[in-house]
């Protein structure tokens, strides 16, 4: 078992969303990387933040941020300047939020629309890429993970 | 469901061909989010003068009232439901995807055009 969102973790996600197809059907035109951001509650008592590179149906790196490491987030339409962790998403929820998603208790999507997890950024773009967002999910629970109870 | 309706209107005001529109459309909506079986979430939709502003709770005068589970509801806003299946299909508490009360028929017609995001070629 590997903890959640460690970077050991984080290198197996890499592999889990590479090697699934659903995903790389439905993101074929997604660029945009994400911050994860794991927000503490019970056993976890500092904030996790977790970059993802996602480019056309596939990731391209999955790193946990150091302490005191941050991210830029982009304005809409604005490109990047190769600097690490500039994003245009985040995707944040309490560990117990992200616990019942990756247990595929309560769906990523669904906990977006009743408040229990909020995206920042481009929410046209997000919501034409719901199938996407499933699968990422999909791609997580291929993963034998330890969590912070 | 706030920042949804907000994206949408804000990508739809950026493109001229839906600018007429959305500067003339008006209305008072109440959208009830049927979360669980016996429980709705009540939020308003306020359309006047090319505003527009979603806040919590019901009206109490308003042109249309809508219910539908905010998943569905979603589905719907990104194109993946179209209106004939909101109105046919039940949804997971075995009720229509969405139901109405009043009526502002123009305006329920209309609704899709503001809500529903523009199809896309990637």
């Not at chain 2, 706030?2 to 209107?9: L, P």
């Amino acid at each position: 078992m590997v903890k959640f969102a460690s970077q050991e973790w984080a290198e197996l996600y890499i592999d889990a969303v590479n090697s699934n197809e659903d995903y790389a059907k439905a993101a074929d035109w997604w660029t945009g990387d994400f911050i994860f951001q794991i927000d503490p509650h019970g056993g976890l008592e500092k904030q996790i933040l977790m970059w993802v590179g996602l480019h056309k149906g596939k990731c391209t790196g999955c790193v946990r941020l150091k302490e005191g490491e941050t991210y830029k987030m982009l304005e809409k339409g604005e490109t990047p300047t190769g600097e690490p962790f500039e994003v245009e998403f985040v995707y944040a929820a309490r560990i117990d939020v992200w616990q019942q998603i990756l247990k595929k208790e309560l769906d990523p999507i669904r906990a977006l629309l009743s408040g229990q997890a909020k995206v920042t950024g481009d929410m046209p773009k997000v919501l034409r890429a719901t199938e996407a967002a499933k699968q990422l999910v999909v791609s997580a629970t291929t993963i034998d993970t330890e969590f912070y109870e | 469901m706030k920042a949804v309706i907000d994206g949408i209107i804000a990508e739809k005001r950026d493109n001229p061909k839906h600018t007429k529109r959305i500067e003339s459309f008006e209305g008072r909506f109440n959208i009830g989010l049927h979360v669980e079986e016996d429980e709705i979430m009540w939020i308003n939709l306020i359309a006047n003068n090319g505003e527009y502003t979603v806040s919590r709770d019901a009206l109490d005068e308003y042109d249309l009232e809508l219910i539908a589970d905010p998943e569905d509801l979603m589905f719907f806003c990104n194109g993946q439901y179209s209106v004939t299946h909101m109105m046919m299909k039940k949804n997971r508490f075995g009720k229509r995807k969405l139901r109405f009360k009043g009526r502002a028929y123009g305006k329920l017609l209309a609704l899709p055009k503001i809500l529903v995001l523009d199809k896309v070629e990637h």
